[in-house]
């Protein structure tokens, strides 16, 4: 049995991002991605429709600027008067933006040279899996669609496949760990 890889969605991002040498940020995380990028990688069909929600993210750009701490300090009911800065994002170009949907489409296809996933099926055996798996949010904090990937993981380890998720999802990796699903992060900061 070969040891697969599934992808949460914001590590085949951030895979995404190290792989492409155009936007790579200078050989950070080049041992980390040594370590999975010839291995069989997976991404849930969930992860399909999500990766557009999380480059839209960056493709949006943002305002940045100052913006109020509005936490309770006390006992009291007392406010933090701090403010934080958030440095902007520039927009993307839709030259940058047509060319990152060029990239993930030529992957999910299997056309491209950076690298190839699999996709996992979703389906209604899953969904069950997922409803079983997210009564652990309410301890953990983590959202449904990542329920949704843990329970794609959990049932190829029930059918006996060596499958480890890739995530930096600190309340995925907790509800992994409920369900016996092993996690690696390798794109933790060193």
């Known amino acids: ?18 792989m492409n040498p155009e936007i790579s940020e200078q050989g950070v995380l080049a041992d980390s991605v040594a ?13 399909e429709v999500e990766i557009i929600s999380v480059l839209g993210k960056y493709a949006r750009g943002s305002q940045g600027g100052n913006s109020k701490c509005n936490c309770q300090i006390s006992p009291e009911g007392h406010i933090c008067q701090n403010s934080r800065y958030t440095a902007p994002r520039k927009k993307w170009s839709k030259k ?40 652990h949010a309410l301890i953990h904090n983590f959202a449904s669609m990542d329920a949704m990937i843990a329970a794609t993981a959990k049932l190829a380890r029930d059918s006996s496949r060596d499958v480890t998720v890739i995530t930096s999802d600190k309340g995925l990796k907790a509800g992994l760990s409920k369900i016996d699903v092993p996690y690696n992060d390798v794109f933790a900061a060193n």
């Not at 992808?7 to 085949?12: C, P, S």
């Not at 370590?35 to 992860?47: C, F, G, N, Q, R």
């Open 1 to 18: 049995m070969s040891q697969e890889f599934l992808l949460d969605t914001n590590a085949f991002y951030n895979l995404l991002k190290a």
């Open 35 to 47: 370590a999975i990028k010839h291995a069989k990688l997976l991404v849930s069909s969930i992860t």
């Open 96 to 135: 940058r933006v047509k060319a990152w949907l060029q990239l993930i489409s030529d992957i999910f296809e299997g056309k491209s040279k950076l690298f190839t996933v699999g996709i996992e099926p979703f389906d209604s055996v899953t969904v069950e899996e997922a409803k079983n798996v997210i009564t």
